[in-house]
């Protein structure tokens, strides 16, 4: 079967050409990890600090509220009172719909930045 020294070199050849593919693969994924995490840690950074900046705004504008109330309601204590009601009310709805408004979402992110990557590769083109 291997009668001349053609086909061994042929095979060699062969056996070179899938080892630089294997290596080349292995770069190329390392190279997907990190922009694929590079995409998801900017994405975590930006969550965090819409959240601390939607704290603070959500404070304020919580204590004006509160100081335009007052004089409706009876007091600044009954204003506080029903802005601390309305916002409890606010999370237990936030709990309830927990699904739709943060897990799924959440998981169609992550399942479109880790799963599609050959559908984006193809889009590219």
Do not use: W
């Amino acid at each position: 079967m291997f009668a001349n020294d053609k086909s061994i070199e042929t095979l060699g050849q062969l056996f070179e050409e899938c080892k630089k593919y294997i290596l080349l693969q292995k770069e190329y994924m390392r190279l997907e990890l990190v922009e694929k995490l590079t995409v998801l840690s900017s994405t975590c950074i930006m969550v965090v600090i819409a959240i601390i900046l939607g704290m603070m705004a959500l404070f304020y504008l919580s204590f004006s509220v509160a100081y335009i109330l007052a004089p409706h309601v009876g007091g600044l204590t009954v204003s506080f009172a029903i802005i601390t009601a309305f916002l409890l009310l606010l999370l237990a709805v936030v709990y309830v719909f927990r699904k739709q408004l943060i897990v799924r979402p959440l998981v169609r992110f992550m399942a479109n930045l880790f799963m599609s990557s050959e559908e984006t590769d193809t889009d590219k083109e």
